[in-house]
């Protein structure tokens, strides 16, 4: 009996007692790679599934990975695509049984017109690190940036070249990666449009083009009257059915 006794005391608190178990995220952009440090980092919320706590959160940080292997090498079943440094966010957890965790990725964080939501649930069990590319949440869109006309500028016709107002965009992938003529990221493939509104009627739509600079499109839209105009910008990949969009609002006088 006492025997016994010594073996329940033994082995039954740590069969109870919690155990720190570890899981790292990572947000990985549609037909690009890891989103780290350089757009912000992805902030990643994990819950408890059940009652919605927040166990933990925090942004990813570090790189977007290594260009070759996650854009250009075949890969195999269990080829694990970040390699040292690539961005995450890693956290450890005490649970004392199986724990079904909510997980979100909101990327990229500081691009909040861009910014998309991913999640996913899984089962933590203790003591079961989920290390090496980790919890991986894709992140499709793009982040774009109209750069002219400037948000409620007030506009003359006698502005207007030929007519025309001249519309600028930066356009990257959700990682930061950049967007050329011809890259491996190709803007001359990728259809990127704006739907043109004057006092809330839709007048047409008109193509941007890639420029020579890196990820800046470009357009001429015919404006003929004055009013009250909004400018939506899409990016639209048909390879991938990748999209993105950002508005202005600007004024002809």
Same mark, same amino acid.
């Given at each position: ?37 350089? *757009? ?43 390699? @040292? ?18 997980? @979100? ?66 356009? *990257? ?81």
């Amino acid at each position: 009996m006492r025997n016994l006794i010594f073996i329940l005391l033994t082995f039954l608190p740590a069969g109870l007692a919690a155990q720190p178990t570890q899981i790292t995220v990572r947000a990985k952009a549609k037909d690009a790679k890891f989103i780290g440090t350089s *757009v912000g980092g992805a902030m990643i919320v994990v819950r408890d599934a059940l009652t919605g706590e927040v166990l933990a959160q925090g942004r990813t940080e570090g790189s977007t990975g290594n260009t070759g292997l996650i854009m250009s090498t075949p890969h195999e079943r269990y080829t694990q695509l970040a390699t @040292e440094g690539t961005a995450g966010f890693t956290t450890t957890l005490d649970i004392e049984e199986p724990r079904l965790l909510t997980i @979100e990725a909101h990327a990229p964080y500081t691009s909040r017109q861009a910014r998309i939501l991913a999640s996913t649930q899984i089962w933590l069990i203790p003591g079961k690190d989920i290390s090496g590319d980790g919890v991986v949440l894709e992140i499709p869109g793009f982040i774009i940036d109209i750069l002219e006309p400037q948000t409620h500028r007030f506009m003359s016709r006698a502005e207007l070249q030929d007519g025309k107002a001249i519309v600028r965009a930066n356009i *990257v992938m959700m990682c930061g990666c950049t967007i050329s003529d011809g890259g491996l990221w190709d803007g001359s493939r990728m259809e990127v449009e704006v739907i043109v509104k004057r006092n809330g009627k839709k007048p047409g739509v008109y193509p941007m083009q890639i420029t020579e600079t890196v990820n800046i499109f470009e357009g001429a839209i015919p404006i003929s009257e004055g009013g009250a105009y909004e400018f939506i910008v899409t990016a639209f990949d048909p390879r991938t059915g990748n999209t993105g969009v950002d508005k202005v609002n600007f004024v002809v006088e």
